[in-house]
């Protein structure tokens, strides 16, 4: 199908953009519109008039700023799957995106498009609640407000942007070198939507106790959901036995839509995958440390 | 208010038009300069018989307006080959038996162009992951890896990888 009838205008600045937000809140940014294309394709959305953020070159950069990574919106997936320097700092996110789609969605597809959208079965919106991201929301009117991943995300495709808001930086703690990371998800077929996924970050002391550990669950319920039980692991010493039983726990307190016993079958899999690769991956780091 | 003027070149000629601001790239190709060997089956970036590489990168036609792709160069699968002449990949397609009613083909042509072109070295599973979303319900997908890792095996010489 084709979309309804709608007004096109390029925007030239985010100053721009937020002028336009602020004057107009019914109209629509576009980034790369991998998701708004295909709804309103579908007709599931008809917007009257569309604001074309794409051309933005301000907000398709990347820093390196110390201690974190600081990515703009419209960095798209593929961009952020090969970045050396993501891939280095944090190589969560990048194996995150290149979870998303395929090539051709993740060659237009951004990150701050993607945040925006907040499907419950997205990659980045998981990443970012697991890697204790700040997502920088700006608008005409209002000062520069940072807002934490984990509040960014408030329901069904809903979030805590008002309609004059524009995400426009996203600030992400760089992962520590003895910090293992796991990112896993069910689908029927590569690049399909998740089913469910989990992505987790531990970090383990050298003898082998938790020293922070942080997880995420997406696809089972209508946000990404921090997994508070793994915080009991910190101070103890994990056994295979250990993340199987935190990711039983996770799964229990869970309440999915439809097909409930299996959502928290899904959830309990990946979770406990997630745990395990990410605490392999710290065991690894400490290891190669002992090496050199 | 909804037509836009975009400036665009597409496989080296450069086109003026306006356009109306809902066409996809795809009907833009299609309708209004006439190049049809891009096809669109789903519309909503499913298939991936619409790619086309827009900057040398590829992307979903029906999931980019025309109006997006102003100020840009896109090559489509018109664009591939040589004046009449077929590009290696697309002979390789064609040895393989890579396609059997063709109307996926642009769309893994595309996919495979752009892998080929960014890639040194491709094994069976790089081929499957980058083509994973390219839909096609004739060949099981076989002649297609077959034809595209030969492509990638016999120009090794030139990037000085022994061939096999």
Same mark, same amino acid.
């Given at each position: ?16 953009t ?41 907000l ?11 990515i ?107 910090t ?19 992505? #987790? ?15 995420v ?10 997994v ?20 039983r726990?996770?799964? #229990? ?39 050199s | ?52 590489? +827009? ?23 018109e ?29 893994? +042509? ?24 390219? +839909?096609?319900?004739?060949?099981g ?24």
């Amino acid at each position: 199908m084709k979309p309804a009838p709608f007004a096109y205008v390029r925007a030239t600045s985010v100053a721009d953009t937020l002028a336009v937000l602020d004057s107009d809140p019914q109209v629509k940014l576009l980034a790369g519109g991998q998701s708004l294309l295909a709804v309103m394709n579908l007709r599931l959305a008809r917007p009257s008039r569309i604001l074309d953020i794409g051309q933005l070159r301000e907000l398709d950069r990347v820093f390196d700023d110390d201690d974190s990574i600081l990515i703009g919106a419209l960095r798209t997936h593929r961009r952020v799957e090969t970045d050396p320097l993501i891939r280095a700092r944090v190589p969560l996110l990048a194996e995150a995106a290149r979870h998303i789609g395929h090539v051709a969605i993740r060659n237009r597809g951004t990150l701050g498009g993607s945040l925006a959208h907040a499907d419950p079965a997205g990659e980045l919106p998981a990443a970012m609640v697991a890697l204790g991201a700040t997502l920088y929301v700006e608008s005409h009117t209002r000062a520069r407000r940072e807002i934490a991943a984990e509040d960014f995300f408030t329901s069904l495709f809903t979030t805590a942007l008002e309609p004059s808001d524009m995400l426009t930086w996203i600030r992400v703690p760089a992962s520590h070198p003895t910090t293992g990371w796991g990112f896993t998800e069910v689908a029927r077929r590569h690049g399909d939507f998740a089913l469910a996924g989990a992505a #987790a970050q531990i970090t383990l002391a050298a003898d082998g106790v938790v020293t922070r550990a942080r997880a995420v669950l997406f696809g089972v319920a209508d946000r990404p959901v921090l997994v508070t039980a793994v915080e009991q692991t910190v101070g103890n010493r994990p056994d295979p036995s250990t993340w199987r039983q935190v990711a039983r726990e996770a799964a #229990a307190a869970l309440e999915p839509a439809d097909e409930p016993e299996y959502q928290r079958h899904l959830a309990v899999t990946s979770l406990t995958r997630a745990f395990t690769q990410a605490a392999d991956r710290s065991r690894a780091a400490h290891h190669r440390g002992t090496q050199s | 208010m909804n037509d836009v003027r975009i400036d665009i070149e597409v496989n080296g000629i450069r086109y003026e038009r306006t356009v109306d601001a809902r066409t996809s790239l795809a009907d833009f190709l299609r309708e209004q300069i006439g190049l049809t060997g891009t096809h669109l089956g789903c519309e909503h970036g499913v298939c991936g018989a619409c790619t086309v590489l +827009v900057d040398g990168r590829s992307v979903r036609s029906c999931l980019s307006l025309a109006a997006q792709a102003g100020g840009t160069t896109v090559r489509t699968v018109e664009g591939l080959g040589d004046g009449d002449g077929l590009s290696p990949l697309q002979q390789a397609m064609s040895r393989h038996h890579g396609l059997q009613c063709g109307f996926c083909t642009p769309g893994f +042509v595309v996919a495979a162009t752009e892998l080929l072109e960014n890639s040194a070295e491709l094994d069976d599973h790089d081929v499957r992951e980058a083509l994973s979303g390219n +839909v096609c319900r004739c060949t099981g997908y076989h002649g297609i890896v077959a034809a595209v890792l030969e492509v990638a095996r016999e120009r090794q010489p030139a990037t000085g990888k022994a061939a096999e």
